[in-house]
Structures are given as C-alpha cells and as structure tokens.
C-alpha cells in the first residue's frame, strides 16, 4: 500500500489516496484518531461499498458518508472496484451491459444469464481485493478492529460477509441485481446485517431483494424500507445506519 | 373524565388512572411535565395503542413504553379496548375467535370473512372512542399537541390515522389480521408512518404486512422488520420507533 496524497477535509478528518498494486484506493481518518493513535485505540474501521461507476464519480457520497463515520470515531476506505473508474474492463461485461439494457428497454425482465455474466464475475474478482486491502489498512498504526462494511454492490457485500471473518457488522443496500447463486451464499451469513431498500426504487427487483433478506441466516437481521427512489434513501436512514455500525463496533 | 387514582412511577412519572364514561384509561406525564405545566410549553402526546388483551395484563409493557416515552418529554395515554377488560364482549367476537383458532389449528388460512368478523367492529368502536379520549386529554392542563399514535392493532392504527387530523404521526406495528377493506383506507392515509413488522412472527401473515405498508399512501413512510418472533421486538427497534416520533413530534 502506497499512499499518494494526503489532505485534511474542512472537519480535520484526513484523507489519505493510496495505490495497492494497481487498484486506486481512499482512507480516511478522524481529526483525532491521526493525532493521538499511537496513545489511545485504534480507531475501528468500516468498509466503504460503492456501485461500480467509478471512485472519481462516487467520491463526493463517499466523502460525506466518510466524514460522517469520522465523527462517530470510525476511520473508513474504499478501493476502485474491478472494471471501474481507469481500471481494464471485465471481460464480457460490456455484453452484459448491452444485454441488461436490451431487456429493461423492452420492459422485459433480465435473464438470470445477464445478471450472473453482469454480477458474477464482478464479485469473483472484487472480494479478494477488499480481503487483500484490509490486510493493508489493518496493518497501519492507529487503525484496528472491529471491521464493518457499508454499501455498494450487495452480491460483494454477502459474499464478503460470508468468507472474510474479520468483519463483524455490515450495513447492506438492495438495490442491484441479486444472481441466483447469492441466495444460497446468504444463509450462510451469520454477522448482524442491516439492510437497507429503497421500497420504489424503478430499477430494482423489490420481491428479489425481500427473498435475498429472508435468506441471510443471520440471527440479527433487519430491514429499513423507505421511500424516495434509488438514490433517495432518506437522512434519517443514513442515521440509523450508522446507529447499527455503532453499535455493533465500538 | 374523572381520575380515579394516581402514582408516581420511580422515574418521576406521574401515572394516572381515569374513567371516561365506562371506558377505563391511564395518563401518564413527565415528571417534570406536571411542576411546570402551566408555565412552560404542554407536552406533545403519544396514544399508546395494544392489542385487545385488556389494559391489566399489558399493564407492564404500557408503563414502560410509558416511561421511555416520558423520558423524551411525551405525555402518554391509553384507554381499555372495546371487548377487552371487564368492558363487555363484542357480539360475534366469540365466534370470529372460535372460527379463527379452528382454522390455525388446521393449519388452513383464515378465512377474510373470519378476519373482517374479528376485527372490524372492533375498529368500528375503538376509533371514536380514542377520538374523544383525545379531546378530554388535550383539554388537560401541560397537554397538547403535536399527537402521535403508538403500536397497537394495526388497524385501529391505520383508521386513526385516517380520520383523526390531529394525529400527525403514526408508529404501527403489523402484527395482527388485517381485513380487506383497510387495504383501501391505507391508500387514504398522508402522515409520516413508521412500520414494525416482526420477519418470523408465526401468528402473522407476512405477505399481508408488506402489502398493507405497500398500499400505505404516505410519502414518508419507512418499514422496519427484525427477528425475535411476534413478541419479541428488538430493543433498538423500540429506540428507532422512538425517534421517528421524537422527530416528527417535537
């Protein structure tokens, strides 16, 4: 991990831009976690998921949901997903894409086919590398555990759940396509979950995210349906999401 | 209304037990509510909805929410259910409760003619009766508005929150039979909803849960479901519902 950049955000978090090997990534940490890491503890860290559009794209949400985690003490990072942002194209994706479009411009709905060679391969390749940063960002001085994950791409987020068992809480947002396969990948999740759904969101199956939730296995699950459309989750959302990392990680 | 008794809670709360003509009621108010009534502004309050097991046995559960509610500044109120208590039976309840247990202990759903036989002249009595309870209450000294409704049946719930422009928000907690007819009067209902559906509750139809909150015409409203069966609510779900009223409230 090489860090790149380093500058101080108007709250005093700092927000560190690193490479690790050829994937472009982010940390932020409290104002006060860089201050006195050494002497106190180490600040616990949350994972921060995205939609593969890319991090230059999604940086002002993922700044402010940054910012918002280090008031409540929590350092955060993200890594370029693969495929995204200047990072090679997946192969078959394109065709994916094309194909995913074709169907919801006919009103039809996607073939499981499209949504797996959408979803699939993305998830295969994604997990591995946030497993390899979090070897990298819990080995830096004043970062620890309890880990979390919030966000993003909910097949990376459950299949993460399942295989990486230094997370301990994850916040989970419905609202992309769910590949068959993830159904059987969610009973065996068993860390508390917090998922959010966007109850009107046009372009989400809302019948496959409500399976998808029923299936986790987790002891403490909960839903958190609201109004407003993809990108309309409600403030008031975004605070209860917090609630639930700080309560599960501090 | 006439107060037949009153104690003070160990937290302060003053709890008073009333009458209001047959119907037996309890008030409770803040502990500093009472001393500075008349001088500082009237608390805002929460009708504490149940389910028709008669105020004695959900005595515990009431004062508790109670005080919780207390401790944020609310004024709480309930009043006995028509049918529950030592209020006399509702005519054909007796055999609705008889057709329903008859068909859960066949393991056959129940039919919509047994649900509308439970459940509507209960809510056909029940809502004016909270109607005029809220006028004596709001004629009290330290008691005013804004007015929340709390848990509950839910339809009861839902009927309030239709005709009772006073009530400006609503938590609602699906967990009891919901007869067809209440489909059409959610799509009536406009302020803010908070929806509590327990995922694995047994004695509740799941589908029939999300279907009522689906038909709910609020712009906000937000549904809220957790583990732990029909009686077994998580506590921070308790503190969610609590600071969706606190928000809308205060």
């Known amino acids: 991990m090489h860090f790149t950049s380093e500058q ?3 709250d005093g978090v700092l927000e560190r831009e690193f490479t690790l090997g050829e994937i472009p ?7 006060t976690a860089s201050a006195t890491a050494t002497a106190s503890a180490p600040a ?29 003490g929590f350092a955060t990072a993200t890594i370029e997903l693969p495929g995204s942002g200047d990072r090679p194209r ?37 997990v591995p590398e946030w497993r390899t940063a979090l070897d990298a ?10 880990v979390g994950y919030s966000g993003g791409v909910i097949s990376i987020g459950t299949r993460l759940a399942v295989v990486e068992p230094r997370i301990s809480a994850a916040v ?17 999740v068993t860390i508390p979950l917090h998922v959010l759904l966007q109850w009107d969101d046009e372009g989400n199956d ?8 029923d299936a986790f296995g987790s002891e403490e699950k909960t839903l958190h349906a609201n109004m407003g459309g993809h990108t309309g989750v ?17």
């Not at 860290?45 to 409540?72: S, T, V, W």
């Not at 409600?234 to 501090?250: N, V």
């Open 8 to 10: 101080r955000l108007d």
């Open 25 to 31: 990534g982010i940390l932020w940490t409290p104002a």
């Open 44 to 72: 616990p860290l949350i994972l921060l998921g995205h939609p593969p559009l890319g991090l230059r794209k999604m940086y002002p949400r993922l700044a402010a949901r940054a910012q918002h985690c280090a008031a409540e």
């Open 90 to 126: 997946l192969p078959g994706a394109e065709q994916a894409l094309a194909d995913m479009r074709r169907a919801l411009q006919a009103g039809e709905p996607v073939a499981d086919e499209t949504i797996d060679a959408l979803v699939l391969p993305l998830v295969d390749r994604a």
């Open 137 to 146: 960002l819990l080995a830096l001085p004043g970062i620890g555990g309890p």
């Open 172 to 188: 989970l947002f419905a609202g992309s396509f769910i590949p068959r396969v993830m159904y059987e990948e969610a009973r065996q």
């Open 206 to 213: 809302r019948q496959a995210a409500l399976d998808l939730f």
């Open 234 to 250: 409600p403030r008031f959302a975004g605070d209860a999401a917090g609630q639930f990392l700080t309560r599960h990680l501090r």
